[in-house]
């Protein structure tokens, strides 16, 4: 595919949706405090919410981070390209707008093709999920096109092939904190460190450690919750997603426990209830044995309670 376009586009300080592993991003120019504020606008996201800068190449964490702490090679080298975002101590210039005040950073490679060839010829991106604030996070151009119009400049990639955001692991205290869940689980992040790896993401918490926990961005409009015990699916304006039935239709999708499956729909699925007319996703509880299943209980339970 020709990036020229874009690559333009973001030179001249513009915003370009962009696919990655996870979810589609809304790019521009880390370094351009006008083009970053166009995201926020773009996006109705709130200030104090920071930016994951997005690079190509892993001497460009140096641009960004100080104290570069050797947990941190070893998950780069373990994870990267990929699906984990670090917060790091930050560089006295990196731009307020990116770590929303914050003194530290938070940086990742995607493995994306299109994503690396992009950031390759512009340089660092900002790229918040591509979506309006409090819709869910696109896994597709068209969900892009859905919450910014037809004419918006989007690099399309087809679906994400994870659909959930990356993990978020702070490197920046005594111990490493989970504070985002993602594909990338605790138990594979403990093992590359060999040490104790907090969890630090539950949902109530007053002044979380990252900002982002504070706010649901995954809620469709349909009423999110769990399936009872003894429910029957008889509602057809209910879409219910479980793990085993002796019946499919067009609101019963079954996921046989694959939940790398259920992942990668979710934010699809949320989206099609909306434009479909349902108005309740019934979701059966599932055992929390794969490394996703984590991340999709964290989404699904935040779509759940805001
Ligand atoms: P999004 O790009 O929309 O998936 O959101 C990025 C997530 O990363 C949000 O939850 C932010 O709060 C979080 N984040 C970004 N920068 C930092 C940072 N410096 N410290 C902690 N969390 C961060
Ligand atoms: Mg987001």
């Keep these: 595919m020709n990036l020229d376009r874009y690559i333009d586009l973001i030179k001249s300080g513009e915003v370009v949706a962009f696919p990655t592993e996870t979810v589609y991003g809304l790019g521009t120019d880390a370094w351009n405090p006008d083009a970053i504020a166009k995201v926020f606008k773009i996006k109705g996201r709130p200030s104090d919410n920071p930016l994951i800068v997005h690079i190509s190449d892993e001497a460009q964490i140096e641009d960004f981070a100080l104290d570069i702490p050797d947990h941190a090679h070893r998950l780069i080298k373990a994870f990267w390209p990929g699906p984990l975002t670090l917060v790091l101590h930050k560089k006295p210039e990196v731009l307020d707008a990116v770590t929303a005040g914050l003194n530290t950073v938070a940086l990742r490679m995607p493995e994306h093709p299109l994503a690396l060839s992009l950031i390759k010829e512009t340089g660092a991106l900002v790229a918040p999920s591509a979506n309006k604030s409090g819709s869910p ?157 984590e991340a999709l209980m964290n989404r699904i339970s935040k779509a759940i309670s805001n």
């Design 137 to 293: 996070s696109p896994t597709k151009a068209a969900h892009v096109f859905a919450d910014f119009g037809d004419d918006f400049p989007v690099i399309d990639g087809e679906a994400t092939r994870i659909g959930l955001e990356s993990t978020v692991v702070d490197l920046t205290e005594s111990f490493p904190a989970i504070l985002r869940p993602g594909s990338i689980s605790r138990k594979q992040i403990e093992e590359v460190l060999d040490t104790f790896v907090e969890e630090s993401f539950f949902h109530h918490i007053e002044k979380p450690r990252s900002p982002g926990q504070k706010y649901s961005h995954y809620k469709p409009k349909a009423e999110v919750r769990w399936l009872s015990d003894d429910e029957t699916m008889h509602n057809s304006k209910a879409l219910y997603l479980v793990q085993s039935s002796s019946v499919e239709s067009k609101n019963i999708i079954v996921y046989h426990n694959d939940l790398t499956l259920m992942a990668r729909e979710l934010y699809d699925r949320f989206r099609e209830a909306d434009i479909e007319g349902f108005t309740s996703v019934v979701i059966e509880r599932f055992e929390r044995k794969s490394p996703i299943a």
